[in-house]
Every structure is written in C-alpha cells, then in structure tokens.
Nanobody
Framework: QVHLVESGGGLVQPGGSLRLSCEGSGSIINVLAMGWYRQAPGKQRELVASIHTDGTTQYGDSVKGRISISRDDVTNTVVLELDRLKPEDTAVYFC????????????WGQGTQVTVSS
C-alpha cells in the first residue's frame, strides 16, 4: 500500500504564506498525479492544486494566482505554496496521490489543519 505523510500547516496570519509538504512511501510504482485538496467545516472537499506526471497542473479557482505546486518524482514528494492567505483558506488540507495500475485508486494523507486568523 501507499502512505502519505504531510507536514506544515498551523496558524497563519491573513496575508501570510503557507508551505505544505507531503512525502509518499510504500508500494509506489505508477503515480498519475499528486496534489492537495482541502475541506472546510460544513463544505465539500475541493481541489487546491494537482500536478500530473507530464508536469501539467490544475488549480482551484479560489487560489489561482497565488499558488504554486511542485513535485519530486524520486522521493514522491509534493510541495504546495500558497500566498496572500485569507480567512477563507482555513481548512483541513489533504495530500492526494492518484495511482494507476495495479491499484487504480486515490490515496490520502491524514490531513493537516490550516487556520488563517489574526
């Protein structure tokens, strides 16, 4: 199986920056994409950013223009950087690894809380 370990998060002031890192381990042999999702209380989980094997990226509408994502295929690590944080960025952020054959499924980290508040 696959295990994802997230780091970063915590309390950040409005206008500040955030860096989240996630490293995958285990039986990782066919990664299609890695990325981050978030879920605020009472809301559905939504895409923050993802990066595919070919380097293409996808970003959530609410973070476009203030986000970057990078990936290291050797260590199966994905790093998210989000600037100009707003209170509405407060959520639990989940690392995601989309694995192809033989698993053909998504794997998730345990989640890390990000709170944007003064």
């Amino acid at each position: 199986q696959v295990h994802l370990v997230e780091s970063g998060g915590g309390l950040v002031q409005p206008g500040g920056s955030l860096r989240l890192s996630c490293e995958g381990s285990g039986s990782i042999i066919n990664v299609l994409a890695m990325g981050w999702y978030r879920q605020a209380p009472g809301k559905q989980r939504e895409l923050v950013a993802s990066i595919h094997t070919d380097g293409t990226t996808q970003y959530g509408d609410s973070v476009k223009g203030r986000i970057s994502i990078s990936r290291d295929d050797v260590t199966n690590t994905v790093v998210l950087e989000l600037d100009r944080l707003k209170p509405e960025d407060t959520a639990v952020y989940f690392c995601n690894l989309r694995h192809g054959i033989p698993f053909s499924r998504d794997f998730w980290g345990q989640g890390t809380q990000v709170t944007v508040s003064s």
